[in-house]
């Protein structure tokens, strides 16, 4: 291993990122691999927004690396920037394995009742109105609003005369990360939005939301990873929150 180049102190180094960003999660995955110290800057979504790190960096873009005074923006360029300037520190391998160790830590502790598949799923003992008017509430608390209704009860009758169990599928969208999805690959605009059930079978009110790594899997691009974990984590604290109050 070649001897660490540094050029300027560790605690100077300022990351302007976001946590639902590909590109902010590979630069502090970098910086922790290489053992640096740095400061995180949280910045708004919306490019327009971002008057504070315009002012700081003259960018208006996603990341910006601030080294004890050199701006430097972009994930290539900062990764560039990091290799040459910084070595890998004895225990980076460590480091990696125990950060792969986490994030299957952190998803298996985030697995709702069941996991059907492709599906988060768990059944509830409230009523289909009921669980209805909470799945949105708490899909709000994650940052979901619903873009599309579906009644699947409703149009079955109208359209088939058949008769079937209260069934309604729930189109939901957290507008930030469906942004970093598109911004990595505009056609995964197909697989939008992530879609939320909630039906009667069995005497039992029944709620599944899409499992979006599953989903975004069959796309094959790495780079979305970051995003569908995001949003996996998030649906699945849907789900989870729903089986707890169903226990209570």
Not at 92 to 109: L, P, V
Request: hydrophobic share 40%.
């Amino acid at each position: 291993m070649k001897e660490m180049e540094l050029t300027m102190p560790v605690s100077t180094l300022e990351l302007w990122q976001t946590e639902w960003c590909p590109s902010s999660h590979r630069v502090r995955q970098r910086l922790t691999e290489l053992g640096l110290t740095f400061t995180a800057h949280q910045v708004p979504v919306k490019p327009q927004q971002r008057h504070e790190l315009l002012a700081a960096t003259g960018s208006d873009s996603i990341p910006v690396l601030v080294a004890n005074g050199e701006v430097v923006v972009g994930e290539q360029p900062i990764l560039s920037y990091l290799d040459a300037h910084f070595s890998e520190s004895q225990d980076a391998a460590e480091q990696q394995t125990k950060a792969a160790a986490a994030a299957r830590k952190q998803q298996e502790s985030l697995m709702p009742t069941t996991l059907d598949r492709y599906t988060l799923t768990t059944t509830t003992t409230m009523t289909f109105a009921d669980a209805v008017t909470r799945v949105r509430e708490e899909l709000a608390k994650e940052g979901f609003g619903v873009l599309a209704e579906i009644d699947v009860q409703a149009t079955l009758r109208q359209k088939l005369d058949i008769e079937r169990e209260p069934y309604l599928i729930l189109g939901a969208c957290n507008p930030p990360l469906a942004h970093a999805a598109l911004e990595v690959d505009p056609e995964v605009g197909a697989l939008l939005p992530c879609n939320v059930i909630v039906y009667r079978r069995d005497e039992q009110t029944h709620v599944a939301a899409i499992d979006p790594e599953r989903m975004l899997a069959i796309v094959g691009n790495d780079d979305l990873s970051p995003t569908a974990s995001e949003v996996r984590r998030r649906l699945a604290n849907v789900i989870e929150r729903l089986a707890d109050r169903s226990r209570e």
